[in-house]
């Protein structure tokens, strides 16, 4: 039972399946840090260094615990800590307990059917394996011992089985010629040792036997989950490693070492098995189309008396959103999604194999719900919870009324900074009246009707999506931290947005750098409007898509006294050939660079590099392969040879589309920190 607060006095109240919790043991929903005005410090770039991350929440089969990750900064090693942690269902913030400590990385928990014990992934011999552990502690045993580094894996509903993906090791010949002529990248081919192949191994004594290879040569297995029977495997398999054949991935279904695949699915824009439920079925994910920006849905793939597969049926169709599975049986379908600036998990009623009516919210839209994992007979959910003043944690809720009671409380220190209150804003774009809705987070402090500096941090993608959670930072660009310095940060969810539905994802098709960068604009206007930014103190900041957009934005307009440009694209004829994933362009622009030169070259704000006058610092990982260095590089020697803006070009070293090591990201966000202070901030400085 979960206990609620009555004024002064607690009641009762009993989940399904007669489970306990201990009386004063949890909290309510309250977000505490969001409760009250608070009194401290604003937060600076060391206290986002210091912030840990919580992640892969899941539920033990007998309902008793809760498993997740923690991550955090190591800054004297330069590297990310992730550690183990569990908590008691009944439990509290008190009662969360760390089990494991050695350095390096210990992640991805999965239970054993049992309950009675936990496997996790582990580095800490050096090869990937593995391991178990008990959640009342304990040593940590390892599980497998194979020769190469263990990838995803599941045990089997019996619990006497243990699937997971590995790499083979380099045959003989690879290693007789890496050590004659070294090992040449060449395009588009691979190594043997870069497939994934599916091995079953069978457990005795909580310890895996040797693996046995089941998937076979010609298929490069990216996912997979059991049979309800533990005899069968459905996997997700696509004809190369090559991050161009995702497109045209299938699942096949194999019952033995010795047994031939059979394919059972193979959907334009592939798909991958997430279930395989007694009662629905096999169920697999995928958008049902090759290329676009189609929803992700749930689909069932049913089967003929003759064992064949037959058309896969969509059980999402009636969700417009990204469908994530979280639990499935007979008669219901548990999902979670995004929705607009938000986040939630959806019941979507099931009969005869098919949705039975409409998804129906589960929670209370108070808050940005995310990262569910049911318990095995789906009468509880687990999920972290957060909003704009309080970094995520986890809650647990009976299924059949939303009653969340907290867990965790994994960022305590941030109760003690003085965080810039966020809301939601919304505005019509020039470009049509079509509302757009963005997150604005105020300055610490702020009185309605005060005009202050904005920066906008412009999301990627452009399919990603800004949202109304914990935004202490946003990649290289600290909000709260700007916050802090007396900046109102704008982040826009402009057309092509995820979270809108599939119509709103789809109406920058066709259009980049058109009616989404008007979309952009128009809600600066609008805070300018509103008496909130001072339009003599503007900046323009993104990555990825984001930085895009924000050579764009430079290029159109010299409203902005700064532009930082994170990892983006100016010239896109010459991206078309540098980016790992050319077909970005098939979609969003439709024809070949070759097949329509003027809209390519209409669309890249290389061709209109010469208006830029905005001071503008430019960063960029050296191993980028989704937008190479040498689109930021190509931007920079335009704008220091043209010479009307100041502009400085930072390269992280060894750094790919995402900064990953920690001090660099301290260097990134400060770098951030200095230029609008400078050019934004104390502008007068800078005059002789």
Not at 553 to 567: H, L, M, V, Y
Request: charged share 20%.
């Amino acid at each position: 039972m979960l206990l609620q607060r009555q004024g002064c006095a607690m009641r009762a109240v009993t989940f399904p399946g007669s489970r306990v919790f201990a009386a004063g043991s949890v909290l309510s929903l309250a977000l505490s840090s969001g409760l009250f005005a608070q009194e401290g410090p604003p937060m600076t770039v060391e206290d986002v260094l210091a912030l840990r991350s919580l992640s892969q929440v899941s539920v033990s089969p007998d309902g008793q615990w809760v498993a997740y990750v923690v991550t955090e900064r190591d800054m004297e090693e330069d590297r990310q800590e992730t550690d183990v942690w569990v908590v008691p269902a009944t439990g509290g913030p008190a009662d969360a307990r760390q089990l494991t400590f050695r350095p390096g990385s210990d992640d991805a928990p999965v239970w054993h059917p049992s309950g009675e014990w936990l496997a996790f992934s582990s580095d800490r011999e050096g090869t990937r394996q593995v391991y178990g552990i008990r959640p009342d502690g304990g040593e940590a045993w390892q599980v497998t011992s194979h020769e190469t580094s263990v990838g995803s894996f599941r045990f089997a509903p019996n619990g006497r089985r243990l699937g997971f993906m590995a790499s083979p090791q380099s045959t003989d010949t690879d290693r007789e010629l890496e050590a004659l002529r070294g090992r040449p990248m060449v395009w588009d081919s691979v190594y043997t040792d870069q497939w994934s192949r599916l091995h079953v191994a069978e457990l005795e004594d909580d310890v895996a036997g040797e693996g046995v290879r089941w998937s076979p040569d010609g298929l490069h297995v990216v996912s997979f989950v059991w049979s309800p029977d533990s005899r069968a495997v459905a996997f997700g398999a696509r004809s190369s490693p090559v991050l161009r054949t995702t497109y045209y991935g299938a699942t096949y279904v194999q019952e033995g070492a010795e047994a031939e695949p059979r394919s059972v699915t193979s959907m334009p824009g592939g798909e991958n098995p997430v279930a395989w439920d007694d009662e629905s079925g096999l169920v697999v994910s995928g958008t049902g189309q090759l290329l676009g920006t189609f929803n992700r849905q749930l689909w069932r793939v049913p089967f003929g008396a003759d064992g064949q597969a037959l058309d896969p049926v969509s059980l999402t169709a009636g969700l417009d959103a990204n469908a994530n599975l979280v639990h499935i049986d007979g008669s219901r379908l548990i999902v979670s999604a995004a929705r607009r600036t938000g986040a939630t998990v959806y019941r979507i009623p099931l009969a005869d194999g098919a949705a039975a009516g409409p998804p129906s919210d589960l929670t209370d839209g108070r808050h940005y719900y995310s990262g569910a994992s049911a318990s095995a007979d789906g009468s509880f959910l687990a999920f972290t919870a957060e909003d704009g003043m309080a970094p995520p944690d986890i809650f647990v809720t009976p299924l059949d009324t939303f009653r969340p009671e907290r867990l965790t409380d994994v960022n305590p220190q941030v109760a003690g900074l003085a965080l810039g209150e966020q809301r939601v804003e919304s505005w019509p774009s020039h470009a049509g009246g079509e509302e757009i809705e963005g997150v604005l987070t105020l300055p610490v402090g702020y009185e309605e009707g005060d005009r202050v500096p904005m920066v906008l941090v412009i999301h990627g993608g452009p399919s990603g999506i800004s949202s109304d959670r914990f935004n202490a930072t946003r990649g290289a660009y600290p909000v709260q931290v700007y916050a802090g310095m007396g900046f109102a940060v704008l982040q826009p969810n402009y057309r092509g947005s995820s979270g809108y539905g599939e119509r709103f994802r789809g109406l920058n098709r066709g259009d980049i750098s058109g009616r989404d960068w008007v979309d952009i604009d128009s809600g600066v206007d609008a805070m300018v409007e509103r008496g909130i930014a001072d339009p003599d103190r503007l900046a323009v900041s993104g990555w990825s898509f984001g930085g895009h957009h924000t050579y764009w934005g430079i290029t159109q307009t010299n409203r902005f006294k700064a532009a930082s440009a994170g990892a983006g694209a100016n010239d896109l004829i010459s991206m078309y050939s540098q980016t790992d994933i050319p077909e970005f362009y098939h979609t969003y622009l439709g024809p070949k660079p070759w097949e329509d030169w003027d809209l390519y070259e209409e669309r890249s704000a290389y061709r209109h590099v010469e208006n830029v006058t905005t001071p503008l610092l430019i960063q960029v990982g050296e191993r980028d392969e989704r937008v190479p260095a040498e689109q930021s590089i190509q931007f920079f020697e335009a704008v220091r040879a043209i010479g009307k803006a100041p502009t400085t070009l930072v390269l992280y070293p060894d750094q790919p589309h995402g900064v990953r090591s920690p001090r660099l990201q301290r260097d990134l966000m400060s770098r951030n920190v200095e230029w609008l202070t400078r050019w934004v901030l104390e502008p007068e400085a800078l005059v002789p």
